[in-house]
């Protein structure tokens, strides 16, 4: 996960809250993704964003919003109309090259009071 | 509806075997397949990845085959130790806009 950032480690998010997990990256990547997490059901595309100030819908993508005004940032936000928040999420950014494939992060877990 | 189903869900497997995950996929514009290795509370490792015009890759005591026909690709982890005590995932992804579409996981365990 070097040169990807996730912060915080844990998040604790009350009903009815909005919350924004922390993705930056130096590695100059312009295609970043986020995840979700849960057990046995393996990875699932929220949002991913090919260039700045552009973003696209994933799998499940009702209940969170994304921005891209930075290259190196992109915020999840897990809003109140999420109703079954507590994942662990995962962002990635895709590293072209000799293999192309999706490099991730340290992951934040979020959990409901 | 997943587009890549991985099996066994889970194995455990004696120091010095062999661990063999299985996937099988649908969708034949898929022309990338990497797997990944997670540790508990970690993101995901890449650990290999395979294009469909080789049928096997080989790195270390990792190896994946891949079947093309068959739409079908696995991992063999061979001489496994416990550190290799892990969740694996295989992904699929075409070339258009390396979407990855993740398998369930298959948590493997080994004992000394």
């Known amino acids: 996960d070097g040169g990807i950032t996730q912060s915080p480690k844990y998040l604790f998010r009350k009903e009815g809250q909005n919350v924004t997990l922390s993705c930056e990256q130096n590695?100059?990547?312009?295609?970043m993704y986020w995840y979700r997490q849960d057990p046995g059901q393996g990875l699932r595309l929220i949002y991913y964003?090919?260039?700045?100030?552009?973003?696209q819908k994933g799998d499940i993508a009702e209940g969170y919003s994304v921005s891209r005004e930075k290259k190196e940032s992109f915020p999840l936000t897990v809003t109140s109309a999420q109703k079954n928040p507590t994942a662990f999420y995962l962002c990635?950014?895709?590293?072209?090259?000799?293999?192309?494939?999706?490099?991730f992060g340290p992951g934040t877990r979020l959990l409901v009071l | 509806q997943q587009q890549v189903k991985q099996s066994p869900q889970s194995l455990i497997v004696q120091k010095g075997g062999i661990s063999i995950i299985n996937c099988a996929y649908e969708n034949t514009a898929f022309d990338y397949f990497p797997w990944y290795q997670q540790f508990p509370g970690k993101g995901p490792a890449l650990l290999i990845a395979i294009r469909p015009d080789v049928s096997e890759k080989k790195e270390g005591r990792f190896t994946i085959s891949f079947n093309k026909s068959a739409k079908q690709f696995s991992l063999h982890i061979m001489d496994s130790q416990p550190g290799d005590s892990a969740t694996y995932f295989c992904?699929?992804?075409?070339?258009?806009?390396?979407?990855?579409?993740f398998g369930a996981g298959t948590t493997v365990t080994v004992r000394a």
């Open positions: 990635a950014i895709r590293r072209t090259g000799s293999v192309e494939t999706q490099y």
């Open positions: 964003s090919q260039i700045v100030n552009d973003f």
């Open positions: 992904a699929a992804s075409g070339s258009n806009d390396y979407k990855l579409s």
């Open positions: 590695l100059n990547h312009d295609a």
